[in-house]
Nanobody, 125 residues
Framework: QVQLVESGGGLVQAGGSLRLSCAAS????????MGWFRQVPGKEREFVAA??????STSSADYGRFTISRDNVKNTVYLQLVDLKPEETAVYYC????????????????????WGQGTRVTVSS
């Protein structure tokens, strides 16, 4: 198991940017594939972006302008949000799952078994 703590959310105007961070506990961070998801009230948690153990990444077509990255020395994964829109207001969650494959990039929320508490992003118009 790994403990995940997100940070970096907040209030931003439309068109603005934020960088979300997710710090992971433990010494095995590099054995985890990582993902970012978002959720609004009444809706299911949806995929935003994911990254493999060694840095291969993918993102949802709706959020292709967001960039996921990781630092295996700092045990941290990042999500750079740019050109934000009011409809992208949500709670953003970090997730982790151990994988033997160095290149697998899980994209379904049920792939993940470790979740952070979320960080809220509010985009004003």
């Amino acid at each position: 198991q790994v403990q995940l703590v997100e940070s970096g959310g907040g209030l931003v105007q439309a068109g603005g940017s934020l960088r979300l961070s997710c710090a992971a506990s433990g010494r095995t961070f590099s054995s985890y594939a990582m993902g970012w998801f978002r959720q609004v009230p009444g809706k299911e948690r949806e995929f935003v972006a994911a990254i493999s153990r060694t840095g291969s990444s993918t993102s949802s077509a709706d959020y292709g302008r967001f960039t996921i990255s990781r630092d295996n020395v700092k045990n941290t994964v990042y999500l750079q949000l740019v050109d934000l829109k009011p409809e992208e207001t949500a709670v953003y969650y970090c997730a982790a799952v151990q994988r033997e494959s160095e290149i697998e990039v899980p994209t379904f929320r049920y792939d993940y078994d470790n979740w952070g508490q979320g960080t809220r992003v509010t985009v004003s118009s």
